[in-house]
């Protein structure tokens, strides 16, 4: 890998022989082509159909809610019994863009389809497909449209429900870079490395949290003792469920104090006017960084509204330090002779408080409710060695998930530089870049 000298390719320079500056590209290297989109590759609508086409053993169709986050789900919302064409069949390794979305951002997130068992599958007619020609590399293109090299903004037009359409035929004359087949490869190779390694860290994520799922479920059934003796332990039958019989249950509102009052909510013009370093916080963590706190020591926020709550859901965060809170989540402090804040923080976070939920779809946890949401109650020790142990699954969760966003940012970072040329990769630059952290 190194760094380029960055130039124009000669079809870009004025008779006068000096470079000139594409605003939609910039400076690139010489040995680069810059073509329009349609000249690389065909885009195909995807197909239209009626209800009455509608059928449980159709043909599944591949929709808008099925790709998030550059891969594809099969959860198919739609199945139809309709001719399909081969232009408006789907295969593996096919790439889709979102043709109409609500928001400009979301137009033209691109997926790229895994191995299906499926015989055959289509797509709906707000999704285009991209099928690149013999001088593009399948994996380059997917990357290149999910860089800032496209624009697909300029390629969108409003309509008259507010949404934002995807023009083909504009999308046909973006002009992109279209290095040389073997740097495309060589550039496809680094950041598919980089996604690979995203996708293993999340498999370490979810395998912890499956982790600490199954020692809540112990820890919270038997107490902190070691699977083995889980059966000596004698239980009582509770309203939440089955007890060491030397725990208590109680509400709430008895082992912690609650601080709402103090609670001061700022629309985001007014905190546009107090940027700074204290975390301000609301339903499910932190929302914004302002120049003042309300709070200064170790809380428990439980979301009031706009919350999850089901069991192993995130209905609270800690807190500690200095922050500011706005009105949609409790403030609680548990009482240090009968409750840790830690432990208070994991139970609400184990048990399943939606059945407590009142209000409309976004959900409300009153503060009346919330005093008498039952809790189990350990003495302080055992309250302190619980903790202790899920602590250490929380702890590998963060790291991990740090590491996700290194990865991440890394990603977006080789994504510019090598679709602009800053960095080269192949053969005849250097070795492609290691992933390794």
């Known amino acids: 890998m190194s760094e380029q000298p960055a130039s124009l390719p000669n079809g870009f320079r004025d008779s006068t022989g000096e470079a000139t500056l594409r605003p939609d590209l910039g400076p690139l290297p010489e040995d680069w082509q810059v073509v329009r989109l349609g000249e690389a590759v065909t885009l195909q609508r995807g197909i239209s159909w009626a209800k009455r086409d509608e059928s449980l053993d ?49 137009v033209g997130r691109a997926a790229i389809i895994p191995d299906n068992p499926f015989s055959q599958l289509t797509f709906a007619s707000f999704l285009v497909k991209v099928a690149p020609s013999h001088n593009i590399d399948r994996w380059f293109l997917y990357f290149l449209l999910r860089s800032d090299m496209v624009t697909f903004a300029a390629c969108s037009k409003r309509a008259a429900d507010g949404k934002f359409n995807l023009q083909i035929d504009e999308l046909r004359r973006h002009f992109i870079p279209l290095p040389p087949l073997p740097e495309q490869r060589a550039i496809a190779h680094v950041l598919t490395s980089i996604q ?26 038997y107490g902190p003792v070691p699977p083995a003796e889980a059966e000596s332990v004698p239980l009582q039958e509770t309203e939440i469920g089955t007890l060491p019989v030397h725990w208590q249950v109680v509400r709430l509102g008895e082992v912690a104090d609650i601080f709402d009052k103090q609670r001061i909510p700022l629309n985001e013009q007014q905190r546009a006017k107090m940027k700074g370093i204290y ?32 069991a192993y859901e995130p209905s609270s965060y800690l807190m500690r330090g200095k922050f500011w809170v706005n009105n949609h989540a409790h403030v609680l402090k548990g009482k240090s002779d009968i409750c ?3 432990f ?94």
Request: hydrophobic share 40%; proline share 5%.
């Open 196 to 221: 690979r390694a995203i996708e293993a860290t999340e498999r370490v994520i979810a395998a912890a949290r499956e982790l600490k799922k199954s020692l809540m479920r112990h820890l919270f059934t």
């Open 344 to 437: 208070l923080h994991l139970v609400l976070n184990y048990l399943n408080i939606s059945p407590l939920i009142g209000g409309d779809a976004r959900g409300k946890l009153t503060q009346a409710v919330a005093k008498r949401i039952p809790i189990p109650l350990p003495p302080l020790p055992e309250q302190q060695r619980i903790a202790e142990m899920l602590a250490a699954v929380d702890e590998k969760i963060q790291a991990e998930e740090q590491r996700k966003a290194a990865l991440q940012s890394l990603f977006r970072s080789m994504l510019h530089h090598l679709m602009t040329g800053k960095v080269r990769v192949g053969a005849q630059h250097h070795s492609a870049p290691t992933t390794e952290a």
């Open 279 to 310: 975390p301000y916080c609301g339903a499910n963590g932190i929302v914004d960084y302002i120049n003042d706190y309300i709070f200064d020591g170790e809380y428990v926020l439980l979301a009031e509204d706009g919350g999850y709550w089901g």
């Open 58 to 106: 159709g043909t599944p169709v591949i929709a808008i809610p099925n790709i998030r986050d550059g891969s594809v789900n099969f959860n198919f919302q739609y199945r139809i019994k309709k001719k399909i064409t081969p232009g408006k069949t789907i295969k593996a390794n096919d790439i889709l863009l979102v043709g109409s979305s609500g928001s400009i951002h979301n």
């Open 340 to 342: 840790t804040n830690y």
